[in-house]
């Protein structure tokens, strides 16, 4: 490398006319067409003005701005000044940053639903073509989206001593889809609204899949085991230590504990357990840990990890598969801030939860892409990832004859790469 002593100046043009930024954008479009969510988007009834923008144009639009990289209304105006990318997205238009804010507001209760609604059938067709028959599990977790201005409408102090909003959000584990996510405020139990939000995602599984559900303690509750029950779904739930359990555990003989493959000094043991106001008893599966104080373990103590279920299988593996769900945290991390969900714009709570709802369609979007269109190696790939490989890819576009042709910034591996995905797009 040899850079001069004084740098060469540079003139700047513009050059929205003959290139676009996020060539890879198109595919985003083209897997929306195909899952039917351009269609579904049609049927929302958000009021709009007479030359509003039309509201599959304005979801479209904001889902693209998160699916690039933005995660605020202001950064919609990279994607108005592309010109190339929108004519190339089928013309999409895409809102200002004020019209979009006041778009938001337009969402009452009703359109929420409708928008939940579309994509749980855009989740259903992924996994439709993606097939599969074993067992599905389904990790249901909460988490708190910290704001910081006093004006946000629901935004309290939770449970982490955080002031902010408190969404329920359910990931299928293996494919990392997004079931639901519905907002709350900052200071409801984990468990809060469950019974309603549940049943709403089980309809974007399978009918002929089994399902399992894996949750914390925040879900460790009466009304969330009533309905596992009545709809005969297993269940594996951390259970609280409370004094009664801790008794019941520390009962158990010298006998009862086995040694736990998969961790070193760790133990298990298994015995039958009914919480307070239960309905049954069920399997308690606890494993113990030595306990450490810094670097120093304290002989005679232990780590207690308790997880009631009603699934069959060996017991340690149980727990095994129960732990993994700690994975559910990358999904979250991910969705609020890879994808920028977290970055709630407005005071208005159901501005918020259409946000939220975008930003659903939008990580979707992108893990249907993984799943359908590469290859199994890349699956495990974040959006960060994505981003840089496939969404936002610099390209000249070229029109000559009845031709299209988008000249990609890339070498031949990334032009060979970009024509399969089209084709594996035209075969869906």
Same mark, same amino acid.
């Given at each position: 490398m040899k850079i001069p002593r004084r740098f060469r100046r540079v003139k700047f043009h513009p050059a929205a006319q003959h290139t676009t930024s996020f060539a890879g954008l198109r595919f985003v479009f083209d897997l929306a067409a195909k899952l039917g969510v351009i269609r579904d988007l049609k049927t929302l009834t958000v009021k709009k003005r007479?030359?509003?923008?039309?509201?599959?144009?304005?979801?479209?639009?904001?889902?693209?701005?998160?699916?690039?990289?933005?995660?605020?209304?202001?950064?919609?105006?990279v994607l108005r000044d592309e010109t190339v990318t929108r004519e190339l997205c089928y013309g999409v238009e895409v809102p200002a940053a004020t019209t979009a804010?006041?778009?938001?507001?337009?969402?009452?209760?009703?359109?929420?639903?409708?928008?939940?609604?579309?994509?749980r059938r855009a989740t259903r067709a992924v996994l439709d073509r993606i097939g599969g028959s074993g067992p599905m599990t389904v990790d249901l977790d909460s988490s708190i989206f910290e704001v910081y201005g006093y004006l946000k409408e629901g935004?309290?102090?939770?449970?982490?001593g955080e002031r902010g909003l408190h969404?329920?959000?359910?990931?299928? &584990?293996?494919?990392?889809?997004? %079931?639901?996510?519905?907002?709350? /405020? =900052?200071?409801?139990?984990?468990?809060?609204?469950? !019974?309603?939000?549940?049943?709403?995602?089980?309809?974007?599984?399978?009918d002929h899949r089994t399902v399992r559900l894996r949750m914390d303690a925040g879900f460790y509750a009466q009304g969330v085991e009533r309905l596992c029950v009545a709809r005969g779904l297993g269940f594996s739930i951390s259970a609280k230590l409370t004094s009664?359990?801790?008794?019941?555990?520390?009962?158990?003989?010298?006998?009862s504990w086995q040694s736990y493959p998969w961790e070193e000094g760790a133990e298990w043991a298994e015995f039958r357990y009914r919480p307070n106001g239960w309905s049954?008893?069920?399997?308690?599966?606890?494993?113990?840990?030595?306990?450490?104080?810094?670097?120093?373990?304290?002989?005679?103590? &232990?780590?207690?990890?308790?997880? %009631?279920?009603?699934?069959?299988? /060996? =017991?340690?593996?149980?727990?095994?598969?129960?732990? !993994?769900?700690?994975?559910m945290e990358n999904y979250i991390e991910e969705f609020k801030h890879g994808v920028g969900a977290a970055h709630l714009p407005?005071?208005?709570?159901?501005?918020?939860?259409?946000?939220?709802?975008?930003?659903?369609?939008?990580?979707?979007?992108?893990?249907?892409?993984?799943?359908?269109?590469?290859?199994?190696?890349?699956?495990?790939?974040?959006?960060?990832?994505?981003?840089?490989?496939?969404?936002?890819?610099?390209?000249?576009?070229?029109?000559?004859?009845?031709?299209?042709?988008?000249?990609?910034?890339?070498?031949?591996?990334?032009?060979?790469?970009?024509?399969?995905?089209?084709?594996l797009l035209a075969a869906l």
């Amino acid at each position: 490398m040899k850079i001069p002593r004084r740098f060469r100046r540079v003139k700047f043009h513009p050059a929205a006319q003959h290139t676009t930024s996020f060539a890879g954008l198109r595919f985003v479009f083209d897997l929306a067409a195909k899952l039917g969510v351009i269609r579904d988007l049609k049927t929302l009834t958000v009021k709009k003005r007479r030359r509003g923008i039309p509201i599959e144009d304005f979801v479209m639009g904001v889902a693209a701005n998160f699916v690039v990289g933005g995660d605020s209304l202001s950064d919609l105006q990279v994607l108005r000044d592309e010109t190339v990318t929108r004519e190339l997205c089928y013309g999409v238009e895409v809102p200002a940053a004020t019209t979009a804010g006041e778009r938001l507001r337009t969402f009452a209760l009703g359109h929420l639903y409708q928008l939940e609604r579309i994509n749980r059938r855009a989740t259903r067709a992924v996994l439709d073509r993606i097939g599969g028959s074993g067992p599905m599990t389904v990790d249901l977790d909460s988490s708190i989206f910290e704001v910081y201005g006093y004006l946000k409408e629901g935004a309290r102090y939770g449970y982490t001593g955080e002031r902010g909003l408190h969404p329920l959000l359910a990931f299928v &584990h293996a494919e990392r889809l997004l %079931l639901g996510a519905r907002l709350r /405020a =900052g200071n409801r139990a984990s468990a809060d609204g469950v !019974a309603s939000f549940l049943p709403q995602v089980l309809k974007a599984l399978p009918d002929h899949r089994t399902v399992r559900l894996r949750m914390d303690a925040g879900f460790y509750a009466q009304g969330v085991e009533r309905l596992c029950v009545a709809r005969g779904l297993g269940f594996s739930i951390s259970a609280k230590l409370t004094s009664r359990l801790q008794a019941a555990i520390g009962a158990l003989p010298a006998s009862s504990w086995q040694s736990y493959p998969w961790e070193e000094g760790a133990e298990w043991a298994e015995f039958r357990y009914r919480p307070n106001g239960w309905s049954r008893e069920y399997r308690l599966l606890v494993k113990r840990a030595a306990w450490f104080e810094k670097d120093q373990r304290v002989i005679g103590e &232990h780590f207690h990890t308790a997880v %009631l279920t009603n699934l069959s299988g /060996a =017991g340690s593996s149980l727990i095994r598969y129960h732990l !993994a769900r700690g994975g559910m945290e990358n999904y979250i991390e991910e969705f609020k801030h890879g994808v920028g969900a977290a970055h709630l714009p407005s005071q208005n709570f159901h501005a918020n939860w259409a946000w939220l709802l975008i930003a659903a369609l939008a990580y979707n979007l992108a893990q249907g892409f993984k799943l359908l269109l590469l290859n199994r190696a890349q699956h495990a790939d974040q959006l960060k990832k994505l981003r840089l490989h496939w969404f936002n890819v610099g390209a000249r576009w070229i029109r000559t004859g009845r031709r299209w042709i988008l000249a990609l910034a890339r070498g031949p591996d990334t032009v060979a790469a970009f024509s399969r995905v089209q084709s594996l797009l035209a075969a869906l």
